[in-house]
């Protein structure tokens, strides 16, 4: 088992900054795979950052050059720094974790408001 827990959202103005924490706990050797997912009311969960095991990342084409992930191995803490903030960037953020087995994490999720 693998437990998230995330922190760091809030309200912030568009252009803004915030920065996303995800510490995970529990069974975190057999972890691949790190990201961070977003969703709205009525919409799919979709990626926004992803990292592996060996530091290669990706993002999402709307996030790309305002959005950093990074880890922190030695807290088992990923991070997402989110620049240049949009009101369309609004959303409920989740992290997640893959294992070796492919088996999906969650945490419980953190608000992301943007006003115009």
């Known amino acids: 088992q693998v437990q998230l827990v995330e922190s760091g959202g809030g309200l912030v103005q568009a252009g803004g900054s915030l920065r996303l924490s995800c510490a995970a706990s529990?069974?975190?050797?057999?972890?691949?795979?790190m990201g961070w997912y977003r969703q709205t009311p009525g919409k799919q969960r979709k990626l926004v950052a992803r990292?592996?095991?060996?530091?290669?990342?990706n993002y999402a084409d709307s996030v790309k050059g305002r959005f950093t992930i990074s880890r922190d191995d030695a807290e088992h803490t990923v991070y997402l720094q989110m620049n240049s903030l949009k009101p369309e960037d609004t959303a409920v953020y989740y992290c997640?974790?893959?294992?070796?087995?492919?088996?999906?994490?969650w945490g419980q999720g953190t608000q992301v408001t943007v006003s115009s």
């Open positions: 997640h974790a893959r294992n070796r087995l492919f088996y999906n994490y």
């Open positions: 529990g069974s975190i050797n057999r972890i691949i795979a």
């Open positions: 990292i592996d095991s060996g530091g290669s990342t």
